[in-house]
T-cell receptor, first 116, second 115 residues
Framework: NAGVTQTPKFQVLKTGQSMTLQCAQD?????MSWYRQDPGMGLRLIHY???????DQGEVPNGYNVSRSTTEDFPLRLLSAAPSQTSVYFC???????????????FGQGTRLTVV | AQSVTQLDSHVSVSEGTPVLLRCNYS??????LFWYVQHPNKGLQLLLK??????LVKGINGFEAEFKKSETSFHLTKPSAHMSDAAEYFC?????????????FGGGTRVLVKP
């Protein structure tokens, strides 16, 4: 009954370092996405994927890369960390019903990232 | 394009009194609408969802919301606040479409419950 699992829960990076935030889901959901949460701005979409091998940019993609080699995993890579990337990151997954109303998303517990 | 406006960034209520969180949305298609709750340092939990049919939607923990297409609103209410309702609440819209379940979040409403 794991749902969406994110690791790590906390991370401190130095400016210029790279790292990968991991996200895995065990619900066989086609759709996966990454959001960042900043005070007063809700959650903003970084990247998303509608299935293995297919990814696309969201609202705030700069500085981040993603890949989707399997249905279960959707890692988020920070190429060269900047202080502006200090945020809380959430991974989410949901069933995909093309042409139909969107279904609910299931969220991981979040990764709190600080870039110094 | 879709967007969401939560009209209050902070709401303060006394325990046992009603809660009203206001949300207006903009959507090009027939939207799905959601309310999520986030307790401090926790992930997001679905409170309720509107996807079609009944316009009055009941959720968990006594919350409900009414979809009003003419007013493009999806306000969240609870008759009697409990201390455990202190959290941040997000109104979320998603258009129908082949591009998948892109969610657009409101800025959030932080609820304080006074004893």
């Amino acid at each position: 009954n794991a749902g969406v699992t994110q690791t790590p829960k906390f991370q401190v990076l130095k400016t210029g370092q790279s790292m990968t935030l991991q996200c895995a889901q065990d619900m066989n959901h086609e759709y996966m996405s990454w959001y960042r949460q900043d005070p007063g701005m809700g959650l903003r979409l970084i990247h998303y994927s509608v299935g293995a091998g297919i990814t696309d940019q969201g609202e705030v993609p700069n500085g981040y890369n993603v890949s989707r080699s399997t249905t279960e995993d959707f890692p988020l890579r920070l190429l060269s960390a900047a202080p502006s990337q200090t945020s809380v990151y959430f991974c989410a997954s949901s069933y995909l019903r093309p042409g139909q109303r969107a279904t609910e998303a299931f969220f991981g517990q979040g990764t709190r990232l600080t870039v110094v | 394009a879709q967007s969401v406006t939560q009209l209050d960034s902070h709401v303060s209520v006394s325990e046992g009194t009603p809660v009203l969180l206001r949300c207006n949305y903009s959507s090009s298609y027939s939207p799905s609408l959601f309310w999520y709750v986030q307790h401090p340092n926790k992930g997001l939990q679905l409170l309720l969802k509107y996807t079609s049919a009944a316009t009055l939607v009941k959720g968990i923990n006594g919350f409900e919301a009414e979809f009003k297409k003419s007013e493009t609103s999806f306000h969240l209410t609870k008759p009697s606040a409990h201390m455990s309702d202190a959290a941040e609440y997000f109104c979320v819209v998603s258009d129908r479409g082949a591009a998948g379940n892109k969610l657009t979040f409101g800025g959030g409403t932080r609820v304080l419950v006074k004893p």
